[in-house]
């Protein structure tokens, strides 16, 4: 997957929240995310009936990329199927997210109607002025 194709990604992002362990919420969301080594990174929300152990979708697929040895995405998508509108990511997994991408890395998300939202991590967290800290 070379050319960044949002549709082709958002639609890995919808099969896996069809993973969600959501007992709970019954909320599935599922992300994708594509590394720049080209392959496709997705992840499921994980919820706990300690609530507050819940692990989103998008913190689990960074988590697996990292894992793996990717440690750079250059798009992001997210399906919440369970949502009539397009819900984008938590305050948390945004930070999380921008430790891993360029702030002009495309970000598309969507619920169960064909509305997307197409967005950039950096609108998604702005004035994040620490974003480089760290990097070489
Ligand atoms: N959730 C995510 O996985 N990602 C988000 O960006 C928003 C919320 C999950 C957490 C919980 O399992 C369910 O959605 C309801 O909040």
Redesign the pocket.
Known sequence: MNNIDMEVLYQKAQIAAQAAY?PY?H?R?GAALLGDDNKVYTGC?V?NRSYGL?I???RTAVTKAVSEGCRSFKALA?ATPDSAVP????GA?RQVLSEFMPLQANVRFGGRTPERVDTTIGELIPFDSLHDLGKA
């Open positions: 959501v919420s909320f969301v929300n919820e819940t989103c979708a998008e997210i819900v984008g990511p938590c997994c």
